[in-house]
T-cell receptor, first 115, second 113 residues
């Protein structure tokens, strides 16, 4: 079955330290990969995507993600975390099913950045 | 601001009732998606429309239905409501290109009492 896994329910980081939020996927073909962030009582906001090309993609708010085809991973990273980065983060991947592309989301990882 | 508008923001209703959630997509977007987010759970894909036609179905209950109108706005109808239907319902829109990201509204919080 095609799926997206975010193995950590929560990640705790001290402000100023680097952060990593993990994502692995299991889909056939060459998927498109996305990261979204959700702040309390808000909808999801697009952060970045990987379509093709350079394995390191940069996105909004200083976030970046590294695509690793051999490990089927797309981990979200930031060199220096801010308290304001505390939110729920979702990894997503497109799959081709029933003749159409569909977006599958991971379960989400709650990031808590402590002062 | 994502450009996607959802109304109402909050809805409180009783079990057995029927409600309609409304979504106006971002200008120019032809695809509309509906997702359900329950407490402590991820996003459950319900249904997708493209230019008025149903494109894909996810874990949508038979009590739920949706449609997309000629002006591209969409409505999600939830009937015979149960306590377990209490959740955040999100609408998202995108262009027709598969690499385009989804743009989400701020959701409708439904509480069934």
């Amino acid at each position: 079955a095609q799926s997206v896994a975010q193995p950590e329910d929560q990640v705790n980081v001290a402000e100023g330290n680097p952060l990593t939020v993990k994502c692995t996927y299991s889909v056939s073909g060459n998927p498109y990969l996305f990261w979204y962030v959700q702040y309390p009582n808000r909808g999801l906001q697009f952060l970045l995507k990987y379509i093709t090309g350079d394995n390191l993609v940069k996105g909004s708010y200083g976030f970046e993600a590294e695509f690793n085809k051999s490990q089927t991973s797309f981990h979200l990273k930031k060199p220096s975390a801010l308290v304001s980065d505390s939110a729920l983060y979702f990894c997503a991947v497109t799959v081709f099913s029933g003749g159409y592309n569909k977006l599958i989301f991971g379960a989400g990882t709650r990031l808590a950045v402590h002062p | 601001d994502s450009g996607v508008t959802q109304t109402p923001k909050h809805l409180i209703t009783a079990t057995g009732q029927r409600v309609t959630l409304r979504c106006s997509p971002r200008s120019g977007d032809l695809s509309v998606y509906w997702y359900q987010q329950s407490l402590d759970q991820g996003l459950q894909f319900l249904i997708q429309y493209y230019n008025g036609e149903e494109r894909a179905k996810g874990n949508i209950l038979e009590r739920f239905s949706a449609q997309q109108f000629p002006d591209l706005h969409s409505e999600l109808n939830l009937s015979s409501l149960e306590l377990g239907d209490s959740a955040l319902y999100f609408c998202a829109s995108s262009s027709h290109r598969s690499e385009s990201p989804l743009h989400f509204g701020n959701g409708t919080r439904l509480t069934v009492t």
